[in-house]
């Protein structure tokens, strides 16, 4: 019914929306935030993956964790 049609456009919005943030964000946040969300690697993996030191791993993980929150509380 129509409960079911509103739920289903929420959640596409939701999606939406989430598709927008993450594109907004820099390539390396967004290479980091696939490898630690979506390949569910640990920091220290990631680093290894990328060449990139572990602090620099998780500076760009806290930044886009940051713009993702900030983007979809809108």
Known sequence: GIENYSRHLSRREAGSRLHVAVQALSPA???A?????WREQSHAEIA???G???GTVKSHL?????KLREALSR
């Open 29 to 31: 946040e967004r290479w």
């Open 62 to 66: 806290l930044r886009a964790q940051h």
């Open 33 to 37: 935030l696939g490898l630690a969300y």
């Open 52 to 54: 990139w030191p572990l």
């Open 48 to 50: 290894t993956a990328t």
